[in-house]
């Protein structure tokens, strides 16, 4: 793992210590990408003939390169769990997107005020919102 990877990796940990807060992230985090993804999904940006270009598409290829930009192996390994994230958050009726957006960050503030007892890494560095699920694929693969 790259350094600057494993530097963020750390940095994100550190607001995520408890096994409490961080069981809330594996129901959380997932419910939030999804519902981003479903709900960013109705946002169409241009259209070319049949294709459509929506603001998911767009999330999906910045929210990539920078997980390149940190390690490209992780970019790699990131890129079937966003595929399949997306996936489920297109077929998802919007009213059950919504309703998983809100249920996700309730399970965010339920870790960090319950079991951290300390706000989340977000609100610090804004860039900890697209490390949250990488983080949760490295400590999957235990590389966190």
Request: aromatic share 20%; glycine share 8%.
């Given at each position: 793992m790259s350094t600057s990877a494993q530097q963020r990796?750390?940095?994100?940990?550190?607001?995520h210590a408890t096994p409490g807060n961080i069981a809330?992230?594996?129901?959380?985090?997932?419910?939030i990408v999804i519902a981003v993804f479903g709900l960013l999904a109705r946002l169409p940006l241009f259209s070319a003939g049949d294709m459509a270009v929506t603001a998911a598409e767009l999330l999906i290829v910045i929210s990539l390169a920078y997980y390149a930009r940190l390690d490209v192996g992780l970019a790699a390994l990131m890129l079937p769990v966003v595929v399949v994230l997306d996936v489920i958050g297109r077929l998802l009726p919007f009213?059950?997107?919504?309703?998983?957006f809100l249920v996700g960050?309730?399970?965010?503030?339920?870790?960090?005020?319950?079991?951290?007892?300390?706000?989340?890494?977000?609100?610090d560095d804004l860039a900890s919102l697209l490390i949250g699920p990488l983080f949760l694929l490295a400590k999957a693969l235990r590389r966190a």
């Open positions: 990796l750390v940095e994100y940990g550190r607001f809330c992230h594996w129901v959380g985090i997932p419910m009213e059950v997107n919504v309703t998983m960050w309730a399970f965010q503030f339920v870790g960090h005020a319950v079991y951290e007892k300390r706000r989340p890494a977000f609100m």
